[in-house]
Structure formats: structure tokens, C-alpha cells
């Protein structure tokens, strides 16, 4: 199969844009995916918007054909929606379209603007409609729920320790200071994460992923093509998706997301790759238990150490294998149905090396895994550079 | 959550009511109309016992709308002993007292109530077994 390629991305900086709607933020990703390459936004052949819930959100629908347009771009588009992996999965179908000849030319935008919701139990009810509204959300589960409940699980069955999660979000918030569209750009200390609030327990604040707003844009075409836009295309080696039932209960096990495990195989055996030839990875750490699980999952170490590793600086920056260099979810932010695109922008600019201070070295082959809801839904990708 | 979404549930909440396959013997909780294993459809009525045990749970601090009212509240994945799991609000608890694989029943109870003029949701929760009514 040939392969697809980035050949620009752009990005707003993630965080609390109350002065600005909707459609200016992925404006300006737009603008700036489109100004990093040569395109004429004629040459756009289709556009593919992930976004999770603007309706809830923004009380707006229909972002296909309010988003383009107002961009200059009038390519047919299509909106993609599978909770916080509709980013990854947006990017997943605009690939989908051009093996299947449909374009040449595919721009995907990420985007969602959760701050004009201005009370926080209207933002809890909306991220909850991506788990089982009428048996889980009708029982009283939240997001940061479903995933304490996985979390007391993991630490019930492998030990794990609280320690080892607070550690994740230390490392995050490292890369997030040294990245500077990140929403929180300034390093916590293991006593911040174990001493703060607790949002549903074992969860505290600081194990959590913020409300954000932010919108991503990349442009993606053929292998033969990507010349013709830049010199120094990122080309995706692997993809793979995978689906489990919705509600955590009724998953085969609490702390093992069989997703993940499908999606990671897939794009591996794609990308004909093994994880320790992967040197950096952008993983979906919603909270710090996902990404301790993820790791688990995809085969960066064994089951019940994801968060071992981390406390032992294996997953650090520049050590064995850099996770979440752009400071992840939980440090550059999470707008939720951007975050897919958000992630592969990071590998893009890492493995052209424009990454500045938190710059892989090495970075031969780039890793992204973006879950949707309680994790039945993930993308991975694989990305590496032409030569 | 609207009068439609609740009424069409009511059975489920208000009675652990699940389903049987006549044909090859699956239970599902909560009811649905056809067989996954063997695609017969309908199915019968199935009451559950209302015993299970705990498989994990928190205590959630940041509640969505219609649950302000009593916070913190104990949340759970629950095993019946049928097999099925669900997830549900545990009563009856103080903080220490709950743990992984403890034994719990059916209670009926208030779920969530939206403003002054919104439904007001009855349904499942669980408590620990053998709690004694009107205990105090």
C-alpha cells in the first residue's frame, strides 16, 4: 500500500480562549497549515473535521460546512465523531479517502472550544455523553470516574501506587513547560499531584487533563505527491483503529484496554515495527492512569508497570523511550476532539527536528494513541520521516 | 434525562429486570431484545437476584448534573451473582468501609433530579448485603 503523507500542520496554542469563537481558532490552524506549505487551498480535494461535541458545547452542529468555508476552503467536508479519538479518527478517514483515490489532497482540522460552557457539572454531563449515557452517566459516572475506577482496579491487582501515577503527571508537565503551545508551561512537583484536591478518588486534580480550548490542522496527500508541497514530508508507515463495547463494566477486564491492544497491533504490523523500535511517543493521557494502561497495552513494558516506568524516568525525556514530549493531555491540554491531530503534529515537528527544548533525538520512527470515552475507541499511527 | 428515556427503563431500574435466551440460556443485564449468541429474539423477562460483590470503586467529588446533592458519593462496578456487571451508586457506606469484593444487594433509591420541574429518577443502587431496613 502506498504510503500517505503530512506535508503541513498548524495549530493554535491550547488553553482558555474566551475572547475567541469557534470558527477563528481553527481559522487560524488552518491559515498557518495551509502557509507551511505551497498549497493553494483550491487544490484541497476534501475536508475532514473531528470534533467530539460542539453541540453540547457550542450549541452548534454542522462544523463540515461552517469551518471550511469560513477558512477560504470549500472542498466537500465531512465532520468525524468518536469522543476524544474523533481527531485521530478524522485523520483515519481522510487517509481512508485518499487510498481510495476519492482526492489528492485531504485537509483534516481537529477542533473543539469548551470554555463557553461555563458550568462545570454542563462540561462533566458533556464529556460523559462519551460513555454509556443510560448505564453508566445515569448511575452518576463522570469521566474522571470511569477512569478511578480502572485506576483502583490497576492498583488493587498490580500494586501500583499513587506515587507511580503522580509521576506521569510530573513528566508531562516537564515536556509541557518546554513546549510553547502548551495550556500549562510551568513544572509541579510529586507533592502538587499527591496533595491536591481529590476530583473522584484515587483521582486528584493534577492526575486530570484540563478543559481547553484549541483547534489543529494538518494537510495530508499521496506518496508521489508530497514533493510537489515540501521538501521534508512525514510520511504515516502504519494505522489502526480498534472498538470495544462502550460501558468500562462490561469491558473483559478493568485495566486492560483490548482497543489499544488492536489498534498497536495493526499499525505495528503495518509499519512493520516492534515497540522498542519506536523512539517517541504521543500518548492519550487523559489522565495519568491512561497512560499507564496505553503503555501497558501497546507493548512498552509489561502489563501493571506503566506507571513503574515512569517513576523510574524510563519514559522521560530523551531516556529510553520520550512519552508525551509535547507535555501530553494533561500539560499541553485537551481539546478533546482536537487532541488526535494535536499529537501528530508533535511527531511531525519532532521528527523533522522543529521541536526546540523538548527536541527527540531519537527520532526515527514517531508513535501517536488517542482514545475515545473510557478507551472503546483508539487510533494509532506511525509516522516516520522519507529517508 | 427525559420522561422517555427513564419510562422505557423503569423495569431495569426499578427491578433489576434483565433477559433470558429461551433458546440457548444467555442472561443479559440490562434487558435487550435479541440474542447476541444465537440471534433469537424475543427474549424472556429475567429477574436478578440482587446479590453481587464490588469489582472496583471511587468516590466521586465532581458529580454531573441532577447528582449535587449528596457529594461525595460511592460509585461502583458491580458483579451480580448471576455474572452480568453494571455500574452503580453504593449507600449506606462511610469512606472505610468499602472494598474490592465486598458483598452488596439491591436498594431501591432516589438517582438524580433535575431543577425544581425536572424528573426525579428512581432506581438501583446498591447497599451492603444483609444491611437491615430501618436499621435506625
Request: proline share 4%; net charge neutral; glycine share 10%.
Amino acid at each position: 500500500m502506498k504510503k500517505i503523507a503530512m506535508v503541513g500542520v498548524g495549530n493554535t496554542k491550547v488553553g482558555e480562549w474566551y475572547e475567541r469563537d469557534l470558527r477563528d481558532l481553527t481559522d487560524e490552524a488552518i491559515a498557518k497549515a495551509l502557509s507551511s506549505t505551497n498549497i493553494d487551498p483550491k487544490e484541497i480535494g476534501a475536508t475532514f473535521v473531528g470534533s467530539m461535541s460542539s453541540g453540547l458545547f457550542n450549541q452548534q452542529e454542522h462544523l463540515s460546512a461552517l469551518i471550511g468555508p469560513y477558512s477560504g476552503v470549500k472542498a466537500p467536508a465531512l465532520r468525524v465523531e468518536s469522543a476524544c479519538a474523533s481527531g485521530g479518527n478524522a485523520f483515519r478517514v481522510a487517509m481512508m479517502a485518499l487510498h481510495a483515490g476519492y482526492c489528492d489532497t485531504a485537509l483534516v482540522v481537529g477542533v473543539e472550544k469548551m470554555t463557553d460552557l461555563i458550568d462545570i457539572s454542563d462540561v462533566t454531563t458533556a464529556l460523559g455523553t462519551a460513555a454509556d449515557g443510560e448505564w453508566e452517566l445515569g448511575a452518576g459516572a463522570t469521566f474522571p470516574a470511569l477512569f478511578a475506577l480502572m485506576m483502583r482496579a490497576h492498583m488493587h491487582k498490580y500494586g501500583s501506587t499513587l506515587e507511580e501515577f503522580a509521576s506521569i503527571a510530573v513528566k508531562n508537565h516537564h515536556n509541557g513547560a518546554l513546549n510553547p503551545d502548551a495550556q500549562f508551561q510551568r513544572p509541579i512537583s510529586m507533592e502538587t499531584v499527591m496533595n491536591s484536591r481529590v476530583i473522584a478518588d484515587p483521582l486528584r486534580l493534577f492526575d486530570c487533563s484540563p478543559i481547553s480550548d484549541g483547534a489543529a490542522a494538518v494537510i495530508l496527500t499521496r506518496e508521489d505527491l508530497a514533493k510537489k508541497y515540501t521538501d521534508d514530508p512525514i510520511y504515516v508507515t502504519g494505522s489502526g483503529a480498534g472498538t470495544d463495547v462502550i460501558a468500562l463494566h462490561n469491558r473483559k477486564e478493568i485495566t486492560t484496554l483490548e482497543s489499544v491492544r488492536k489498534a498497536t497491533e495493526t499499525a505495528f504490523k503495518m509499519a512493520k515495527i516492534q515497540p522498542k523500535d519506536v523512539g517517541l511517543v504521543e500518548v492519550h493521557d487523559c489522565f495519568t492512569i491512561a497512560e499507564a494502561v496505553a503503555l501497558e497495552d501497546m507493548g512498552f513494558c509489561k502489563k501493571g508497570q506503566g506507571g513503574k516506568i515512569s517513576l523510574e524516568g524510563e519514559t522521560a525525556l530523551n531516556s529510553t523511550i520520550s512519552v508525551n514530549p509535547s507535555g501530553g493531555l494533561k500539560a499541553k491540554g485537551h481539546p478533546v476532539g482536537a487532541t488526535g491531530i494535536y499529537q501528530t503534529i508533535e511527531i511531525f515537528h519532532q521528527l523533522r527536528n522543529e521541536a526546540g527544548k523538548r527536541q527527540v533525538t531519537n527520532n526515527k520512527i514517531g508513535v501517536t494513541q488517542n482514545i475515545g470515552g473510557s478507551g472503546a475507541t483508539c487510533v494509532v499511527n506511525v509516522f516516520s520521516r522519507g529517508d | 434525562m427525559s420522561v422517555p428515556r427513564v419510562w422505557r427503563r423503569r423495569k431495569v431500574l426499578y427491578r433489576l429486570e434483565g433477559a433470558k435466551c429461551p433458546k440457548c440460556g444467555k442472561i443479559y443485564f440490562p434487558a435487550r431484545e435479541r440474542c447476541l449468541e444465537c440471534n433469537t429474539t424475543p427474549l424472556e423477562e429475567y429477574l436478578f437476584s440482587g446479590y453481587g460483590k464490588i469489582v472496583t470503586f471511587t468516590w466521586v467529588y465532581t458529580p454531573p448534573k441532577g447528582f449535587k446533592s449528596r457529594i461525595p458519593y460511592c460509585l461502583a462496578i458491580i458483579e451480580l451473582e448471576e455474572g452480568p456487571r453494571l455500574t452503580a451508586q453504593v449507600v449506606a457506606v462511610e469512606q472505610n468501609d468499602v472494598s474490592i469484593g465486598m458483598p452488596v444487594e439491591f436498594a431501591f433509591r432516589k438517582i438524580a433530579s433535575e431543577g425544581k420541574e425536572g424528573v426525579i429518577t428512581y432506581g438501583f443502587k446498591f447497599r451492603p448485603k444483609g444491611y437491615p431496613n430501618h436499621a435506625k
